[in-house]
């Protein structure tokens, strides 16, 4: 006797019941980048995919916040279709990797029963994003995914200051780290625009950089996106500031 799988369909609110002798249909998981925090940063496709979703899967602090719950929510996502997870924030990335298995092998499980699963990122998802992380699990998993694309944090940083990232044949680097503050200012010597993201793991080498040349256009932001967004092109404020998590940093000749 064939046995049944019960689904329940958010849309008519009706419950679909079919045999496991049934080929269900599977729909990728797509991972959604959600923008920089502003829901008016989410693109339109972006939007699509989450109103489409039957589950959704979002990172929470240990205190249950979550900025993405109330980006989507600011967009008309429904409370039901998302699935919040407490994210460890450390350097030691141990238990994180944890909470991405649990999530990996959750949506594993939820695509196999033929729902619509989406993984949230901030930004965009092909940037310093732990959502490569999963994906890889997934692949491991022998599920299939998607990508959408998303605004990242520097392209909305640009914007709001009217910064022109790149012009004519001028290059474009994105530094995670600083090694070091002559490193730094040669490769804006040669004539790249440089993104320094994740500034508050370089604050005394950026601070440096900034001493020996403030005669240079240096762009800082803070939780660009978010209501407390700050953004100064002051080089006193800019040494003055600690540079929290949220802060980036964009500097041209």
């Given at each position: 006797?064939?046995?049944?799988?019960?689904?329940?369909?958010?849309?008519?609110?009706?419950?679909?019941?079919?045999?496991?002798?049934?080929?269900?249909?599977?729909?990728?998981?797509?991972?959604?980048?959600?923008?920089?925090?502003?829901?008016?940063?989410?693109?339109?496709?972006?939007?699509?995919?989450?109103?489409?979703?039957?589950?959704?899967?979002?990172?929470?602090?240990?205190?249950?916040?979550?900025?993405?719950?109330?980006?989507?929510?600011?967009?008309?996502?429904?409370?039901?279709?998302?699935?919040?997870?407490?994210?460890?924030?450390?350097?030691?990335?141990?238990?994180?990797?944890?909470?991405?298995?649990?999530?990996?092998?959750?949506?594993?499980?939820?695509?196999?029963?033929?729902?619509?699963?989406?993984?949230?990122?901030?930004?965009?998802?092909?940037?310093?994003?732990?959502?490569?992380?999963?994906?890889?699990?997934?692949?491991?998993?022998?599920?299939?995914?998607?990508?959408?694309?998303?605004?990242?944090?520097?392209?909305?940083?640009?914007?709001?200051?009217?910064?022109?990232?790149?012009?004519?044949?001028?290059?474009?680097?994105?530094?995670?780290?600083?090694?070091?503050?002559?490193?730094?200012?040669?490769?804006?010597?040669?004539?790249a625009t440089v993104v320094l993201m994740k500034c508050s793991q370089s604050v005394e080498t950026i601070k440096s950089a900034i001493r020996k040349r403030p005669d240079l256009n240096w762009h800082y932001f803070e939780s660009v996106g978010y209501a407390q967004e700050y953004c100064t092109s002051s080089v006193e404020e800019i040494i003055e500031r600690s540079f929290p998590y949220f802060s980036l940093i964009i500097v041209r000749r």
């Amino acid at each position: 006797m064939a046995q049944s799988l019960f689904l329940f369909s958010r849309r008519n609110n009706m419950l679909d019941i079919k045999t496991d002798t049934e080929e269900k249909i599977l729909t990728p998981v797509c991972v959604v980048p959600l923008g920089p925090g502003n829901p008016e940063d989410l693109t339109l496709g972006c939007w699509h995919k989450l109103q489409a979703a039957d589950l959704i899967f979002c990172p929470s602090t240990l205190s249950g916040e979550s900025k993405a719950r109330q980006i989507m929510l600011a967009v008309g996502i429904k409370p039901e279709q998302i699935r919040a997870y407490p994210l460890p924030m450390s350097k030691d990335r141990t238990a994180a990797l944890r909470a991405y298995d649990k999530v990996t092998e959750e949506a594993a499980e939820n695509y196999r029963l033929g729902l619509r699963v989406v993984i949230t990122a901030e930004g965009d998802a092909g940037l310093y994003s732990s959502s490569g992380y999963i994906f890889s699990r997934l692949d491991q998993l022998g599920v299939q995914t998607e990508r959408k694309a998303g605004i990242p944090a520097f392209v909305a940083a640009a914007a709001l200051s009217k910064v022109i990232l790149t012009e004519g044949d001028e290059s474009l680097l994105i530094l995670p780290i600083v090694k070091s503050a002559e490193s730094l200012l040669n490769q804006i010597d040669q004539g790249a625009t440089v993104v320094l993201m994740k500034c508050s793991q370089s604050v005394e080498t950026i601070k440096s950089a900034i001493r020996k040349r403030p005669d240079l256009n240096w762009h800082y932001f803070e939780s660009v996106g978010y209501a407390q967004e700050y953004c100064t092109s002051s080089v006193e404020e800019i040494i003055e500031r600690s540079f929290p998590y949220f802060s980036l940093i964009i500097v041209r000749r």
